[in-house]
């Protein structure tokens, strides 16, 4: 952006659900979720034209319930998912739903952007990924790189691989995961894995990390006390099959090698308190993105575990010393 200037946008509620829109291939687009107890939520659809350096706007309404997260499908840039929460017999419940929205929402939006906002349409329900006997849905994934047939959810200690059929608008679990062991064990996130023939699954509950073999919905490692805390997130580096970040409430962010995780390969401890999110770059790898509840975004730049170790986006000299952007062998 021209002299770094941020753009900025707005919301009208609270949001802590954002995803990319990996299947619109002609614009730069993101989709954010809101949370309101007390009127209908917000899907926003946000095109950023990065010639202009300016923001595209679109809102449409999720008339279940606060949403908590929301994926994309990979290969029809109409349907996504949310997981929300809903308010049944006193009692709230998490769900989670395939969604399409409206044919012509796009529809003179660009012309005047605030019209959306003051009359906005509503989502297509096309099904409900709950089964009531697996308890609370926390988050769902798309297949990556796939015909956008097969989603997991994860619900308290169950991992459920469905096939949607007939245009999304039925879904139906063809096999299931589940955490053992003593206590209440609930995945608290999860990440699908896009090498391997998309056929492996990480999830995090508690301190500990899981890879499961979703052919056969087996257990294939386990890292235990991964964090001192709770993992709150997971991203696989997307050139490295076996490369997995983590973070947590301990502050942390750790790079494993999951052939051999006995220890990480590399952790970092920049953050001052709880991290939430931790993403790679898909196009430069030694690239990651981590938010925390300290209120800063930190860019890391991971040249020795990377996919590329002897290579340099930038040079030395460029990175100016007040930057957030931090080198790793300085």
């Known amino acids: 952006m021209e002299d770094d200037a941020p753009v900025i946008y707005g919301l009208e509620f609270q949001a802590r659900a954002l995803t990319a829109q990996t299947a619109e291939t002609d614009a730069v687009r993101f989709l954010v979720g809101t949370q309101s107890l007390k009127f209908d939520n917000q899907i926003h659809i946000i095109d950023f034209d990065d010639e202009n350096n300016i923001i ?90 796939g015909d956008g047939k097969r989603v997991i959810s994860l619900a308290d200690n169950h991992a459920l691989l469905w096939d949607l059929q007939e245009s999304s608008t039925q879904a139906t679990v063809s096999s299931t995961a589940t955490l053992e062991g003593k206590g209440q064990l609930k995945f608290t996130s999860g990440k699908w894995s896009p ?103 930190i860019l890391s730049n991971m040249v020795s575990i990377s996919s590329e170790p002897f290579g340099h986006l930038v040079d030395d000299e460029e990175l100016s010393e007040g930057e957030e952007n931090h080198q790793e062998d300085k």
């Open 56 to 145: 595209n706007k679109n809102v449409l309404l999720h008339q279940a319930g606060e949403i908590w997260h929301i994926g994309a499908s990979p290969a029809d840039k109409a349907v996504l998912t949310t997981c929300y929460n809903k308010t049944s017999d006193s009692r709230v419940i998490s769900c989670a739903a395939v969604w399409r929205m409206p044919s012509d929402w796009e529809t003179g939006s660009h012309e005047s952007p605030d019209d959306s906002a003051h009359n906005p349409q509503t989502l297509e329900l096309l099904c409900h990924l709950d089964d009531s006997t697996h308890g609370n849905a926390a988050c769902v994934l798309w297949e990556p790189m």
């Open 195 to 297: 090498h391997h023939n998309c056929s492996q699954l990480a999830t995090a509950n508690d301190t500990a990390i899981r890879g499961w073999d979703l052919r056969t919905m087996s257990q294939i490692y386990c890292i235990e006390n991964a964090h001192g805390q709770l993992v709150r997130d997971l991203d696989f580096n997307p050139n490295r099959q076996y490369y997995l970040a983590s973070c947590g409430d301990d502050c942390k962010v750790k790079f494993w090698d999951v052939r051999n995780a006995q220890e990480p390969v590399k952790t970092l401890e920049e953050h001052s308190h709880w991290v939430w999110s931790v993403r790679y770059n898909h196009s430069h790898d030694q690239l990651v993105l981590t938010a925390s509840s300290d209120s800063r975004l």
